[in-house]
């Protein structure tokens, strides 16, 4: 701790976290949430067809956590769309993003060196939320370790997790993306996020919760904005749960990895190289780019 106060991290991370998310890094959220949602198979025509439903898609990926949460802690699943700043601005979002003259507004967020920024921007939004849903859980079930845990982790990834219902309001059903199965980077993320947040709160990590949100939020920026110049989808986990894994379930050890079109897991072949990004056409990047958000 003296290290810290000595590079007056705490000074930092106190004035991190007293930053407003609206409308700037909202609106980064928003904007790359959506932009995921367009790369879907489908989504574009289900615009054309029904924009009904592809604004339904939209606000249920910008708002998705926020609804499970809500329902989790027996609040109404409609509480966050009475913030109409927020449901006017992602509405605008998607509007932009679907039928912009020209796909101009999309050829600009999705020029990568803007992508970075804004993938950066929703990083610091899901730290924030995943901070948010374990203080609202403590507050409601001061005891609830497991409850705090589950709320802060739904915060962070809610919106991988009803992906399925999401999917049928498109009209379109692959239970095999369910993500509890196949866990993406974010949600993992997510979940460990929430076991540190709870134990920051509940006193086991004698740590400012500021200082903590501010070191994994550094920590998400970099691990998402580096997969995302690499256009890489694994996960900087991936060893550490290989071995525990294999200690305590007798999983293969290093067998198996995600596979990232969204089926399930696939048998590594050691022959076969890796694309690289010149190879990967850009129907293959949209339907990787479900499991990156």
């Known amino acids: 701790m003296d290290v ?27 904007i790359v949430s959506i932009l995921y949602l ?6 574009v ?32 699943p409609l509480d966050y769309f009475q913030h109409n700043s927020h449901i006017l601005l992602a509405s605008a979002v998607w509007y932009l993003l679907f039928y912009c003259p020209l796909n101009l507004f ?24 995943i901070a948010a849903g374990v203080h609202h859980a403590f507050h409601a079930y001061h005891h609830g370790f497991f409850i705090m845990i589950i709320v802060g982790y739904v915060k962070g990834s809610g919106v991988a997790l009803i992906s399925n219902f999401e999917q049928l309001l498109r009209g379109v059903w692959r239970p095999e993306t369910n993500e509890i199965m196949n866990m993406s980077f974010p949600t993992k993320a997510s979940l460990y996020g929430a076991i540190l947040f709870t134990l920051q709160e509940t006193n086991w990590i004698p740590m400012a919760k500021s ?29 550490i749960e290989s071995w525990v894994c294999h200690l305590l379930f007798g999983s293969p050890l290093g067998g198996a990895v995600e596979d990232h079109h969204g089926g399930a897991a696939a048998p590594v072949s050691p022959s076969s190289p890796a694309k690289s990004k010149e190879e990967l056409s850009e129907g293959t990047r949209k339907r990787k780019a479900k499991k990156a958000e």
């Open 106 to 129: 999309y050829k600009c967020v999705a020029f990568l060196p803007v992508k970075l920024v804004l993938v950066a921007l929703k990083e610091v939004v899901r730290t924030r939320k």
């Open 211 to 239: 200082t903590l949100i501010l070191l994994f939020t550094l920590f998400m920026i970099t691990c998402k904005v580096v997969m995302t110049a690499r256009h890489s989808h694994g996960s900087p986990f991936s060893l």
């Open 4 to 30: 810290l106060g000595a590079l007056n991290l705490g000074d930092v991370a106190q004035t991190f976290s007293k930053m407003g998310m609206f409308p700037v890094f909202d609106l980064a959220y928003y």
């Open 45 to 76: 025509e289900v615009s054309r067809r029904s924009p009904v439903a592809s604004w339904l898609c939209a606000m249920l990926y910008c708002f998705g956590s926020y609804i499970m949460a809500d329902v989790m802690l027996g609040s109404s």
């Open 38 to 43: 367009k790369y879907e198979p489908g989504s």
